[in-house]
């Protein structure tokens, strides 16, 4: 174990780094690529979204996961799994070539034939580096993951952005998907010492099948309900409706995604090894449910309020359409996380049946809400997915509260001056927004954003919403402890009051 620790730290360090590396440079290169390109090009691209999604899962068929899970990996299964994921993405493009003819009148966008055509070459450049790239998690190298990722980004995006800037416009994007896929895979082949042998055994890929195909349904499952707005949209509305609604959901899960993603890899393995000390359990929900909805809310609450200008500086004004859709999905994400934490302390009771039934019982609500609102517009559909993360958020919360002693009403009762503060802060926000109304929108975004900041923190520390004293005091602790390590004296009983504030 003394080994295997260190290594996981320095695995989460690269992790981590590769992920906000790659978001940072996708980030400053979709902002140049949305200042060159219309959204009807972007929701050209938007509208093989699902298609590509899917036959990405049938390319990895959970083989990526299975080779992971697996204690001993033979060259056998290596080899196999690489041979096996080539075959079925040239298969998926002989398919492809056939299917973009239907899937262009599905969407009455014949110019999709080509671009159909030519971005399912994403397949065989994924498909080139999957192996790699199980052995390399395998081994916890997210360095070498994270290079090749980074890479990839910066190489694609920059031939994007020199295609769109000489006129080649939605190409500019498919040719960035596909350079993207192949660049990745060339890249973990000079990371990897691995190479792929003349082997292949029937045996290798069924024994690996038995995992790897319970995952195969859960991820094409999940690719149809993560995009089933994008399918809707693109067949009842024009390519620009998609794009705007595109772009305000990347620029929304920019932030949520990262937030939830750092929530959940906390709480799942925390609220795993609490689970025989219910009362422990319950302390560290709680802090839990409050200290991410002491940042998260008000985060979402202000992003929403500066969402017009804030758009009009990073994407310019042609994407102004997409603001209302922005501040709707932060209204959502708002509280997803509280869907999230307590769906993480279903899963690490055990309780896999319940988690399942949950999980469906999400997919049903987001269908059902999609197709009974599409008839009513882009926003009517925007607005019934807050209903929905606002019916799990319940949903969820009844069955987690039974594990944890702190039901959903307890929870809400006592995040709710939180919610009320990050409220009053995008009031305030939007007051200074009216007064500097004419203003040019970069000099609008810095006076409103600053307004909401202080206001929600001036009204958290003034009136010690939810034991914010106490979260600064423990923050204070943490940060005592660390002094002797700089050199600095430590008075006498510290250790003492320290081993107390954390009780």
């Known amino acids: 174990m003394t080994e295997i620790g260190p290594q996981a730290v320095k695995a989460v360090a690269w992790n981590a780094a590769g992920t906000f590396g790659t978001q940072a440079v996708s980030f400053v290169i979709t902002v140049v690529l949305a200042r060159l390109l219309s959204p009807a090009e972007f929701g050209l691209v938007a509208m093989l979204t699902v298609f590509v999604a899917l036959a990405g899962v049938l390319v990895d068929s959970g083989y990526v996961a299975a ?26 493009c002989v398919v492809f070539w056939f299917a973009a003819v239907p899937i262009a009148a599905f969407y009455h966008q014949p110019a999709l034939v080509p671009i159909t055509r030519v971005t399912s070459l994403v397949l065989v450049g994924n498909a080139l580096g999957m192996v790699q790239t199980a052995l390399l998690s395998k081994r916890l190298d997210f360095r070498a993951l994270g290079q090749a990722t980074i890479g990839a980004a910066l190489a694609s995006g920059l031939l994007a952005i020199v295609l769109a800037a000489r006129g080649w416009g939605v190409w500019s994007l498919v040719a960035q998907s596909v350079a993207s896929s192949f660049v990745r895979s060339g890249l973990l082949w000079v990371l990897a010492p691995w190479r792929p042998r003349w082997l292949f055994s029937f ?7 038995r995992y790897s195909s319970r995952l195969l349904v859960t991820s094409l499952l999940a690719a149809i309900i993560e995009n089933i707005m994008s399918i809707v949209i693109g067949r009842l509305f024009d390519p620009a409706a998609l794009g705007l609604f595109e772009r305000a959901q990347a620029a929304q899960r920019a932030v949520t995604r990262a937030l939830n993603s750092v929530v959940g890899d906390v709480s799942f393995p925390t ?9 422990a359990l319950r302390r560290t929900f709680r802090r839990s449910v409050v200290a991410s909805s002491a940042v998260i809310m008000p985060l979402m609450t202000v992003l929403a309020a500066v ?90 919360g009844a069955y987690a509260g039974r594990l944890a002693d702190y039901g959903i009403l307890t929870q809400l009762r006592e995040v709710a001056p939180l919610a009320a503060a990050a409220v009053l802060a995008a009031g305030a926000a939007q007051a200074v927004g009216l007064a500097v109304h004419d203003w040019r929108p970069g000099y609008q975004l810095v006076p409103m954003a600053a307004a909401g900041a202080l206001t929600y923190v001036g009204l958290v520390y003034a009136t010690n919403i939810a034991g914010a004293a106490e979260l600064a005091q423990q923050l204070r602790a943490k940060l005592g402890r660390r002094r002797p390590a700089l050199g600095r004296r430590r008075r006498p009983g510290a250790e003492e009051a320290d081993g107390a504030t954390e009780e």
């Open 203 to 209: 045996g290798a890929v069924r024994s690996l099948f």
């Open 271 to 279: 609220y795993s090894a609490l689970q025989a000390d219910r009362a």
């Open 307 to 396: 969402g017009r200008p804030l758009f009009g500086v990073v994407y310019s004004e042609r994407w102004l359409a997409s603001v209302p859709y922005f501040q709707v999905l932060c209204m959502s994400g708002s509280v997803y996380h509280l869907h999230a934490l307590n769906l993480s302390l279903i899963k690490s009771s055990g309780r896999s049946d319940l988690f399942l039934r949950l999980a469906l019982c999400r997919q049903a609500l987001v269908v059902l809400s999609v197709l009974g609102s599409c008839r009513y517009g882009v926003m009517a559909m925007v607005w019934t997915q807050f209903v929905v993360v606002v019916t799990l958020v319940f949903a969820n």
């Open 67 to 92: 080779l992971i899970q697996k204690p001993t990996v033979t060259p056998e299964d290596e080899s196999s799994v690489f041979a096996l994921n080539l075959v079925v993405a040239l298969v998926l």
